[in-house]
């Protein structure tokens, strides 16, 4: 599982409804379009204009926190903006799970606030926990990803896994 | 290996010892879900059959107000296909919130992984199990019965003392907020200490339902007699309490001493805005609740109903009381609690969420700028209603006393004079 792209750093917790603002509330519409046009909107108003489709947002301790109501529009805004992953010094274990459940990759990675600048460019292995920083020209070893993390993600989400699993679908 | 609660439950369930960090697979003993919960690969795949019926709960709580009657028929149809025993549905006339009624059911024992589909699903940690929401991953727990959870670092918390007459669990834990705040994130909160005996089961439940807001994952309070007492005639199966082991490795201990906790008001509009009782005392107030899996327990109802006994409470105001769950309805009701209410001017509804989230039918939707005080959740803009609207979150003392004088009032005078006439 290879995450590539240029990184979005904010030094501070970045909360769920930060990733979405609560205003937009996507629970009943599942809009995720509309929802995508929203992402960061307060935190980081330019973010949208200038982001690149697989680019990751970095943040510090407890991302995704927040009432979990606002947790799928924290994921699927961005991921249908085209946001590759969230990369955080911790997370909320809760928005964690479900936004992997949801197919879109989070890792823990401990001091990834001092390793990477927003603007860099990075590739991150999670299966091996390797992180090169493409634009320092260093490269990092982390905690790697739970093959169970890994397991989801590489098939596209916790619901793909099941029905894979249950051999629901011959296609999957 | 020396371990703490949530490590010994975790470990047990799945088999190997685990570490805080681990991302692991576990079986679950049981599910609820409630009645606007996503089926998700269910309805895609009519075929997917659930793990095991007998292991899943269904709580009708939500009552959306949106397409309720089609929604809730193929809710029954999918309860009817899975082959879901009756006696596992709590609909009508035995709802109640998803992540109470199986509690009081005995669905949920100590030393065991319970998942719930609510967000608020770590409520039911104070019966010594590990106890979290499954949310969005809940599909594939009904479809599997195992559930992918970060293994969490765990807080040792010491509580000694005794609350104040008149302060719940919504000041704790409105304290704990204040006090640690990012110290509790993402992480279970383990609970022991001399104060833990003075906290009724109801109030345990009231501290755990706090973990999503304070952005822990779950809380684990420890076996004790006033919890046996609780399983005594529900537990559906034999049980053990489950305890830290002396060695056992915590991120971080903390003690709280209850008497130290003050009456606070969180809100509006950010649960982290949290300030004194004092601080807000006399803002008016038009709209009023007690209810949710945050304070609709019979406690809550009780100190409520000592606040307004007699009284009558201010004709501008709206003030809804929703019990949490039938059977404290009928409680409630026993006692003489309803009545009170009902005497002092509220409008008592069904049990279930009530008006805590503006998507329920809930009788109370608040309008553009109107301000309201609450014992429920969540004040985010627009939980209620119109995102203008102003959601102050307090006990229920708080909310009654501020029902009867339509402004955010101090219930203690109210209380002290219910004291001295009982002695």
Known sequence: MILEGHIWKYNQQVRATDLVPARYDYIKLADWTECSTHVLEDLDP?????????????????????????????????????????????????FMVSAIGAGMPCWTVPGILEFVASGDKVKCDMATGEIANLSAGTTFQFRAVAREVVEVLEAGGLDALTVRKLGLDATL | MQMTISQKILSAASGRDVLPGDVINVPVSGLSVHDSAPLGIFNTYPEARVWDPSKIVICYDHFSRTNMAPYHARFRAFIRDQGIPPEN??????????????????????????????TQGATLGALNCFAFTSLLTTPSVLALGTALVVVPEAVDIELVGRLSDGLTSKDLTFHMHAMYGNELLGRVLEFRGAGIAGLSVDQRL???????????????????????????????????FVAADPGATYASRLTIDLADVQPLVSGPDAIEKICALDD???????????????????????????????????????????????????????????????????????????????????????????????????NDPGRMGSKTAKIYLSNPAVVAASAIEGRIADPRPYLSRIAEQVQ
């Open chain 2, 89 to 118: 549905v709590f609909a009508y006339g035995r709802q109640g919130i998803s992540h109470q009624v199986p509690g009081e059911e005995g669905y949920v024992l100590p030393g065991t992984v319970y998942a719930v589909f609510d």
């Open chain 2, 206 to 240: 009231g501290i755990a339902n706090a973990s999503n807001n304070l952005g822990a994952l779950t809380m684990i309070f420890p076996g004790d007699d006033v919890l046996a007492a609780y399983l005594d005639k529900r537990a559906r199966a034999p049980y053990a």
């Open chain 1, 46 to 94: 330019g973010f949208r204009e200038t982001m690149r489709h697989g680019d990751l947002i970095v943040g510090g301790h407890g991302f995704g926190a927040g009432h979990a109501h606002y947790f799928q529009q924290a994921f699927e805004g961005p991921r249908w903006l085209g946001v590759g992953g969230y990369l955080a010094e911790s997370f909320d274990p809760i």
């Open chain 2, 280 to 378: 807000v005392i006399g803002l008016p107030v038009t709209a009023a609740y007690i209810g949710s899996c945050s304070a609709g327990r019979l406690d809550d109802l009780i100190l409520a109903a000592a606040v307004l006994d007699g009284r009558s409470i201010d004709p501008s105001v709206r003030f809804v009381v929703t019990p949490i769950s039938s059977e404290v309805m009928r409680e409630a009701s026993d006692r003489g609690l309803i009545a009170k209410f009902i005497a002092a001017g509220a409008m008592v509804t069904p049990p279930g969420c009530g008006a805590c989230y503006v998507g329920n039918q809930s009788p109370l939707l608040l309008e553009d700028d109107e301000r309201c005080i609450a014992s429920s959740v969540s």
